[in-house]
Structures are given as C-alpha cells and as structure tokens.
C-alpha cells in the first residue's frame, strides 16, 4: 500500500511498511543509546510495538574512532506485535568508519546506509583500518548509500547559538535523529521534551539540540536525496494503558510494588557492577516509596547487609551480575540455613570471570541452581522480556516472604538494557502477599513449620517474648538450637530441600505454544522467549509440527514438565550458554533435549533458530 | 528440645527491673575451662540489665571463631552469622531498624583477617554497633594457627619457623579507619569491662571496644604484663579524660610529650611534676590518641586501658534515615500508581 503526497522538494512516495529495523552506530561518545533510546521511546509512544537492544562497549570511552569504541543500538518497530530486536538491520546509521565496518556484515542485502561523510576523512579511514575509502571504492555497491555531511550541517544549523564548534559537533546526533523522525513520520515533540529535562542544567544545551533535531527534521523534509518517506501504522496490542520500559526499570517497580503490597519496608543492599548497577540508581531515587538503599563496600556486605535487614523484618534484596553471585555465595547458603526471606537479582553477563561486561549471556544457571557449598537448594525465576522483569522480581518477593526462603532472581543484560512497550499492570490484581510476622510468644519455636509450606516463623528483634538464636551452624528441628545429631542433620537438609520442592504449589504447569505434541518442542528460559516464540511461529507457518514452552521458574520446574517432554519426538533447547538447561533436563527426565548453544554475547537471531529446526526436523523424515 | 519462651516473664515487663538471669540462655556454655570468654560474657550478662533497654530490642551478631559463639549464650536477639561478616550484616539490622541495641562480638581473626573490610567500613561511617572484639592473637577454633594480631616471628602450627607477618595494633586501626570510640580493656578486669562496655553503649555511633583475652589452650600468657593484678598495677595505664597520664603502683610514673612522641618520665625525678605530664584529652580530634595507642608496651611503656577516643559524629542510620523523611517531606510518600506511570503513556484502544 503506499499513497504520494507534494512536498516543496517534489514528488514524494509514502510508503507504509508492517516493520523496520533500524541500528544506530557510532563512537561511544556520539550519544548513540540516547538516539536509540528516543527513537524507541517515541515509536513506542505512536502505537508501534518495538523491541530494542543497545549494544555498547565496556570502555567508557574507548580511543574515539576505533574498532572496539563502537556503541549500537538496535531497534525494531512495527505494526504488528513483535517479540525480538530483529536478525538484520534494514537500515543502518553510522557515524564513522569504525561504525561502518563493525555493523556491515549484520546489515540486510540492499539494506539502506546513512553515513556521516564529514567522518570519513583519512585518518578516521586509518582508525578503523580501511585501505580505501567504502564511499568512494565501490565496496558498498549492494547497499543504498545516502552520505550526508552531518557535521557541518549540524554547525551550519547551530551557526547562531554561540557555542564552540566542539560543542555544535557533539549535536549531530540530534540532528540526525531528526532526519530520522521525518523520514519515519514520528513526531518530535516527546524528544523535545526530553531534551528539556536532560539538559535542564544548561539552558544553551537545551537550545542547540532542540535546534539540530529541528534542523535534521527540515533538512530530511527539503532534501531531495529521500524519494521515499516510511509510514509505520500503529500496531494492535492488547487496549490499556501502556508506557516504555526496560528490565531494569521493570525490577526495580516490581520490587517498590511487591514490598508496598506485603506491608513491609524494601531495604536494597547492592555494589556497582554492570548491567545491574541501574536498579541501585533507580531504587536510590525512590526512598519516598518506603526504599533504604545501602551502597555496601563490597559484593559479601551487599548480600549480608541485605540477610540482616530481612532479620530485621525488610523485604530485602540485593542486585549484582554474576561474578558478585560468586561472592555472595556464602551468604545465600547462611540464608538458607536461616531461612530468612531475600531476592538475589542476578542481571546475568558474559564470563566467566570478568568475561563481557556489557554483553549479555545467560551462563549463571548452574551457578543459581547448584552454586553453594552442600545441600542449599533456592527457588530460581527467570524473567522472559523486560516487561516481564516486573512480575519475575513480584513473583520472587512472593515466593521468598511466603517460604521464608532465599530466592535467586534471573535476569541478563539483554533483558536489562532493551525495551519494549509495556501494559501498566492493575496492581489490585497482583497476588496478595504472605507475610509470617510472628508476634505472639505463646508456643513460639523458631523452627517450627507451617504445616503447608514448612516456612518457619519470622520473629523480629524488637517482638517481646520471641527473644532466639538463629545461625548458620545445622538446627535441631523445631528449637533451632544447635545441633550435631546425625539423624537431626539428615532431617534438617531433607526439610530444607522440602521446602523448596514444595513451592511448586505456586508454580503454574507448564504450557506449550503451538501444538500439545508432536515433533520438535523449544524449551527455553529468560531473555530468549522472544527469538523462540518468533523461530516458532515461522515454522509454523511453514508446516511443521513445532512447539514452544519457556521455563519461568527453573527451581522447582512445574509437575507436568516431564509428562509434556514426552509427549515430542525432538526437545531442543536453545540456551546462550553451552547447553545448561539440557543438562538440567536430560538429568531430571531422562529426556534426549538437544542443545542449540550460542555464546557470543549476542541475542540469538530467529533465523539461526529456525536453522536448528530444520536439521532436527530433517533427521526425522 | 528446650522449653517454649516464657512470654509473661518477658513481654509484659520490658519496663521491668532486669538481672542478669534474664540474659543467661539454656544453652550449656561450651568454651574450653579456663577460657577468657566467660568473664567477658558474665559481665556483659550483668551490664545488659542495668542499661534500660527492653531486653527484645538487644541484637548480638557474630561471625565465626570461639568468640562468635557468644550470641547462643545471650538470651537475646542473636545472629551467628559467617566469617567476618558480622559488621555487615550487624550494619544491614541497624540502618534497617535504628530503634535496636545492636552489638558485634568478634575475634582478631573474625575482625581483622577475613573481615578486615567490614570493620573499617563501618567505622568509617559510623553505624550505631558496639564491636567487642576478643583479641587473643591466635587462631582457636581451627586450633592454634597465628593471627593477624600475633606477634612477628610466632611459632604456631602453621608457622613451625615463625610468622613473617607484622602484626596489626587494633587500636591504631580503628583510629585510622576514623572510628568515633575507640577503647580497651582486658577479660580480668571485670569491673574495668564493665566501664567500659557501659561507655560503650552509650555513645552514639560505632564503638571498638578491643578486650584482651586469654586463650589458655593455644596461646597462653599472651598477655601476662597486665594479667595479674601485680603486673597490671605496674604496667597498665588508666586512661581518664582530663587526667594527666600517670601509672605505676606508686602512681609516680608518668607520659610528657616530647615533640611527636610520649615520653615515660618519673615524676619527682630531674625536676618532672605532675604538671609536666600529658593530659588525656578522649574527645581531641588530633593524633594524641594514635601516640597512646602505638605505645609499645613494657618494658620500655606502660599498655594504656580505657578510652582512647570518642568524638560526636552523626550516625549513619541517622543520615540514611534523614534523607528517606527529607525526601517525603520534599516530594510527599511515594505514589506508586504514578511511579509506574512515569515517563509517557499511552493508551491503546480496543479495536
């Protein structure tokens, strides 16, 4: 469908498109996440449905025009409902050399390049290691080139504010942005108001990006170099009440909802580290909402700054990524053998080790499961989209007030970072909290159980007459006074594990998408929902018979898990890690689940998906 | 399995005269015989009572080692938590609940090895704990490896040759790390103690009250020049604010200032009076209180007991507390239907 319209620069196509895919790329200091960010925020804002993911570099700014200092952001919008960022870009923003050779090969056959060619002089080709200039070589012939001279038209557009010409510079992303929106059809004023706020402190700032979104805007309108503008109609997502979010911001409400609905104060001990170190900031702005928060020296005093505010009576959680799990290992196994409630967020990242700060993986499944020292099992959620970060970390807090137990919290930096539109949930309707606040003395033993769930008592300091002991040497059953009895010991770890287990009266069955049974059943877990449920439709409508179950809690599995895994001929599993979850499967339903690993700090793409199935599905003919 | 608490003893009379039975646990005590830390806990059992504080509202947190079995005895809140942890999860109750008489008991091992971190952040930000820390200077519950507070050149079992480690000085660390009490007393001196676990809880903020104790099994006599009463009369300085700093049985032995360092001097000798002396100043915010505690001990100095600082400070509760009622004042309680809707909205209409 596409319709012409006059416009001064000539005879103009509009064309409306179902969806686009769009990457962002340029040096980690050319203000490429904010570009993303907008384009996101304001396409979500006109209906689209979207899905983002921004890709940066671990350096803060990395030597400027090189390799390893490229930032991305991806962003894919659409008229109909969408669940991943998109295999391959349609179109690709690149600011400079280095963020053209990095983003090419993911490029579209065809795909459209914008390039800033004021960036493309001979040391920027140098930088970023091209013998000849792309521009000028041919090399780009496949694709629809459009090289503007971005730079000096920001500075022209900018001419009068006063400001250096460094400081002009740093504007081209707005201005780009703003050729952006129009050749997009999005409107400019949500940016306009963003740029407000963000740059409140300096009233010349505010002045010169609102000029270079404007200027990009106009130029994109009297430019002859778009034949073609794009419309992308707004997409039918369920009616409600709907806003932008990421997972981290998601967490971060889940958790004030989740402690205003349990009637308890949200205590949050945490250390910086990356992709997590955004709930901390975020939950550190919110102290009017019944939030303490305490930046701990290190990773162990976060989590056990966290375990004494839950003996205090807090909805307590710590957020870190996986090398500060490892730290607070200990601590989690103390909280189990005190059963106190606590959330351990862990916003998953490539390692081991340091690994890859800012890339996402979803290696820390073993970690969570089996990561601590004996017999220590705690339940395991893995939030699916970052939307859905808000109902996982609702969910935990649930879970953990209710069993009086630690709970491991699974997110990643994918999950984190992207973004999505999101339905504002009805917080009446969420689950009611469990809260087992103790205060009469009467019969009072700290480890005696609730007979449904084996959750002990939890006895505040301060409760007269509920004066104990608790601590992480082995409890004999009932008193909690310590013990050393053999047969008391086996009781008590069997107890432990009982408990856990039986958390799974709250753990809904497993449901499958598609088709009950038949030849090729995905499951998977957390941030990859997405490329699964998009891999599956699309075999789907090849044919196939194909069905998708994403695992919410990992710890303890839903009861039908084993009965629904044989009900397939094929289980594939595809995890960003090398193959845990199939472990985990084969281990516990002697089921054959094939592992389709991918671990590269990088979302699986739908294809590659798709791909797997098609080897699976071709062995089966 | 124990009896159930009794509730009417407890509950109803918070208020109520208390004694030291009320803080003895059923638990049996089991410490080796001869052990420093009965007399430590006998006289935090008789102190707690006369405090004022409801007996609920004390916590006792520790981390690991002979010491750190402590709470089980206290009929109190109790946390026996991990190794060198007890300062941060004893901070994580305090800030959580400012109202709770908060105590740490730790080791030299507990404290200053494997939790070293711990103490020197919450000194520095001051959280209302009251750290009791045994120092023994050798590991017991491993059974007799040196300590970060044993002496250089130690044999242990896992130094047969001697310990190439330097020793830490607790005291000195503690000032360092800018704690705002800072005190010592040692496990035969009860009424000493008691002093000064009374000064203690009541300073605001946190107090590092270091308490000598004898490990008669793996280090014995660690501290024999204040031990027995004959030598402590001789050796131990009685540190009292506004006092000139004078020890020895005779009490004519005394400390002059002479430039950067403290001079034992006899008073009535070479013309020196009680005038020249120094006079113990706790609350000084300079280095006076670091001279006193690098003293290096007989037989050249006198080991010096008591408070060696404590300045006012705001806590770190208070300043966590604070910003939260300043930030209701300044943008109201929080309303959570707003939060979620923060940034733009849209709505989606049914079709």
Redesign the interface.
């Given at each position: 469908m596409s319709t012409t319209e006059k416009t001064p620069a000539g005879t103009r196509r509009v064309e409306t498109i179902d969806d686009v895919i769009i990457r962002f790329a340029g040096d980690s200091g050319d203000g490429m996440q904010i570009t993303g960010g907008q384009f996101t925020?304001t396409s979500?804002?006109v209906?689209n449905d979207i899905a983002s993911f921004p890709d940066f570099p671990a350096e803060i700014r990395a030597p400027a025009g090189t390799l390893p200092g490229v930032s991305g952001f991806q962003l894919h919008f659409a008229s109909s409902d969408i669940y991943t960022p998109g295999d391959a870009p349609d179109v690709l923003v690149a600011m400079n050399p280095a963020a053209l050779k990095v983003n090419l090969g993911d490029l579209k056959r065809s795909g459209t390049i914008i390039v800033n060619k004021d960036a493309f002089a001979q040391k920027d080709l140098d930088k970023a290691g091209y013998k000849s200039n792309p521009l000028e070589d041919g090399s780009l012939a496949a694709y629809r080139v459009i090289a503007l001279d971005l730079t000096r038209l920001t500075k022209t557009a900018l001419e009068s504010t006063g400001l250096s010409s460094r400081e002009m510079e740093r504007c081209k992303n707005f201005f780009s942005l703003g050729i952006m929106y129009w050749l997009y059809g999005r409107p400019l004023e949500?940016t306009l108001?963003f740029i407000k706020e963000q740059f409140k402190k300096n009233e010349k700032y505010v002045e010169a990006n609102t000029l270079a979104l404007k200027a990009g805007y106009t130029f994109g309108e009297a430019t002859e170099v778009f034949q073609i503008t794009y419309e992308v109609p707004?997409a039918?997502?369920?009616?409600?009440?709907?806003?932008?979010i990421n997972g981290n911001t998601a967490l971060t409400?889940g958790a004030?909802?989740a402690a205003?609905n349990a009637g308890l104060?949200l205590?949050l001990?945490s250390y910086p580290i990356t992709p997590a170190s955004d709930i901390l900031h975020e939950m550190s702005r919110?102290?009017?909402?019944?939030v303490?928060t305490?930046q701990?020296?290190?990773e162990?005093?976060a989590v056990?700054?966290?375990?004494?505010?839950?003996?205090?009576?807090?909805l307590?959680m710590t957020t870190t990524s996986g090398p500060g799990v490892a730290l607070k290992t200990?601590?989690i196994g103390?909280a189990t053998m005190?059963e106190l409630p606590l959330v351990i967020a862990n916003i998953q990242r490539g390692g081991p080790s340091t690994g890859l700060p800012t890339k996402t993986e979803q290696a820390d499944l073993f970690q969570a499961l089996f990561g601590r020292n004996s017999e220590a099992p705690v339940p395991v959620i893995a939030a699916q989209t970052s939307g859905d970060c808000f109902y996982a970390m609702y969910e935990a807090a649930r879970i953990a007030l209710k069993y009086m137990t630690p709970v491991i919290l699974l997110s990643d930096g994918y999950l984190a970072n992207g973004s999505e539109p999101w339905l504002?949930?009805d917080?009446s309707k969420l689950a009611p909290m469990v809260v087992r606040k103790r205060t009469d003395?009467?019969?009072?033993?700290p480890y005696l159980r609730d007979p449904g769930t084996n959750a002990r008592p939890w006895a505040v300091?301060?409760?007269?007459?509920?004066?104990?002991?608790?601590?992480?040497?082995e409890k004999?059953d009932?008193?909690g006074?310590?013990s050393y009895e053999p047969l008391n010991h086996e009781k008590m770890v069997r107890l432990r594990a009982q408990k856990v287990a039986s958390v799974v009266q709250d753990v809904p069955d497993a449901e499958v998408f598609g088709r009950e049974s038949g030849d090729l059943l995905f499951v998977g877990w957390g941030s990859t929902h997405g490329a699964i449920t998009v891999a599956t439709r699309h075999l789907i409508a090849e044919g196939h018979s194909v069905g998708h179950l994403h695992l919410r809690w990992l710890n303890p599995m839903p009861k039908n898990l084993g009965a629904v895994l044989k009900k397939w001929k094929r289980v594939v599993v595809p995890e960003m890690n090398l193959g845990q979850l199939s472990f985990v499967l084969r281990g516990k339903f002697l089921v054959d689940a094939l592992s389709l690993s991918k671990v590269q700090g990088r979302p699986f793409t739908e294809s590659e998906i798709v791909e797997k199935a098609h080897e699976v599905l071709g062995g089966l003919r | 399995?124990?009896t159930?608490?009794?509730?009417a003893a407890?509950?109803?009379n918070?208020a109520a005269p208390q004694s030291k039975k009320d803080y003895v646990?059923d638990?049996e005590v089991r410490w080796c015989p001869g052990c420093g830390d009965y007399a430590i806990l006998n006289a935090v059992q008789q102190v707690f009572p006369e405090l004022g504080i409801?007996?609920?509202?004390?916590?006792i947190?520790?981390g690991?080692g002979c010491s750190s079995r402590f709470?089980?005895y206290?009929?109190?809140?109790?946390?026996?938590?991990?190794h060198g942890?007890a300062p941060?999860?004893?901070?994580?109750?305090?800030?959580?609940?400012p109202?709770?008489s908060v105590w740490v008991v730790t080791g030299d091992g507990d404290a200053l090895a494997i939790g070293g971190?711990?103490v020197i952040?919450m000194l520095r930000r001051n959280v209302g704990l009251k750290v009791l820390m045994f120092n023994n200077r050798i590991y017991g519950l491993t059974k007799g490896q040196y300590s970060p507070t044993s002496e250089q050149g130690k044999k242990t079992k896992s130094t047969p040759y001697g310990s190439s480690d330097r020793p830490f000085n607790p005291i000195t660390l503690a000032l360092g790390a800018d704690a705002t009490f800072v005190a010592r007393s040692i496990d035969v001196d009860g009424p000493h103690m008691k002093t000064i676990l009374r000064r203690a809880a009541a300073h605001n903020g946190s107090a590092f009250v270091e308490i000598y104790q004898n490990c008669n099994i793996f280090n014995d006599g660690a501290f024999e020049n204040v031990r027995e009463k004959e030598s402590r009369s001789e050796n131990a300085l009685y540190l009292e604010h506004g006092k000139p700093l004078l020890y020895g049985k005779d009490r004519k032995r005394g400390l002059r200032l002479n430039g950067f360092h403290l001079e034992p001097v006899t008073v009535g000798e070479n013309g020196v009076t009680e005038k020249d002396l120094y006079v113990h100043d706790e609350h000084a915010p300079d280095a006076a209180a670091v001279l006193l505690a690098r003293l290096p001990g007989p037989p050249e100095t006198p080991i010096p007991m008591g408070v060696f600082r404590e300045v006012t400070v705001p806590t770190f509760e208070d300043k966590?507390r604070e910003?939260?009622r300043d930030?209701?004042t300044?943008?109201?309680?929080?309303d959570?239907?707003k939060?979620?809707?923060?940034?733009?909205?849209?709505?989606?209409?049914?079709?």
């Open positions: 925020a979500a804002i209906g949500p108001r707004p039918s997502l369920p009616p409600g009440e709907y806003r932008n409400l004030i909802t205003r104060e205590f001990g919110y102290v009017n909402y019944g303490c305490v701990a020296e290190d162990i005093a056990t700054s966290s375990l004494g505010a839950a003996f205090a009576g807090c307590a200990e601590a103390l005190v504002i949930p917080l003395a009467a019969g009072f033993h300091p301060g409760t007269p007459g509920l004066e104990h002991r608790i601590g992480g040497l004999e009932g008193t006074n310590v | 399995m124990s159930p608490v009794d509730t407890n509950a109803a918070a646990t638990q409801p007996r609920e509202k004390f916590v947190v520790s690991i709470p089980y206290m009929n109190t809140y109790g946390f026996h938590t991990i942890r941060a999860v004893a901070t994580g109750i305090k800030v959580a609940r109202d709770l971190n711990h952040h966590v910003q939260i930030a209701e300044r943008f109201g309680p929080g959570l239907e939060l979620i809707r923060s940034g733009d909205t849209w709505v989606v209409k049914s079709a």
